[in-house]
């Protein structure tokens, strides 16, 4: 039983396949009990399908961004998040073992974003007095946009991070600077990287929020 402990949940490939299986589960039963009760008028599985939308462009950004940014620092994955225990001594690691896992890394932080992105556009469309919804492929339209400002926040990040002005923000990147450690201009570009993509998308998250609210007061 040990092997299904938290770090196994939380941590482990095994352990995100069955979160996500498990949660697609459970839409899919909800949108199938809420089809079979309303028939015509359900409208649970849109909202599920606009979810898993959101979730697997997040997943794909995720997985492309990070497989970049393996060949900017490959030190970044290996050293700052542990892939020296998976990809074994040597070094440089092996490059398509080290997309690979690079990948996965992506994957597993984006998809979780994904879901929360997805679930505060519709609740910003929830149902109200005087305002109607706006159709889900309008929603789907601000997918784009989410990703083009997740990817120019990334662009941006890096861009000050292989600056070394983020080097403030940690004291293991002042001692990487300070001691020319992991090749440090390239470590925290990708570093700055990770931080400018979700600020990005936090931006252009809110600021689609407040698009869909305005055109619901407009009754467009």
């Not at 938290?6 to 909800?30: E, K, P, Q, T, V």
């Amino acid at each position: 039983m040990a092997g299904w402990g938290w770090d196994w949940w939380l941590n482990s490939d095994a352990g995100l396949a069955a979160r996500i299986s498990i949660g697609l589960s459970i839409f899919l039963a909800l949108a199938a009990w809420d089809l079979a009760r309303r028939g015509r008028a359900a409208t649970r599985w849109r909202e599920y399908l606009f979810l898993a939308a959101v979730v697997a462009a997040a997943m794909a950004y995720g997985a492309a961004s990070d497989r970049i940014a393996s060949d900017i620092s490959w030190e970044y994955f290996y050293y700052g998040k542990g892939l020296d225990q998976r990809l074994g001594p040597r070094v440089p690691p092996d490059a398509a073992a080290l997309h690979r896992e690079a990948c996965k890394i992506g994957l597993k932080a984006t998809w979780s974003a994904g879901l929360i992105v997805g679930v505060v556009l519709l609740v910003a469309n929830n149902p109200g007095r005087g305002r109607p919804q706006l159709p889900y492929t309008q929603l789907l339209l601000l997918l784009p946009v989410v990703l083009l400002a997740t990817a120019v926040g990334a662009a941006l990040g890096g861009w000050v991070g292989a600056h070394g002005w983020l080097a403030w923000t940690s004291r293991d990147l002042r001692m990487l600077a300070r001691d020319d450690l992991f090749r440090p201009q390239r470590f925290m570009c990708v570093y700055g990287i990770n931080l400018g993509s979700y600020a990005g998308g936090l931006l252009a998250t809110a600021a689609s929020v407040l698009w869909i609210i305005r055109r619901r007061r407009r009754g467009e």
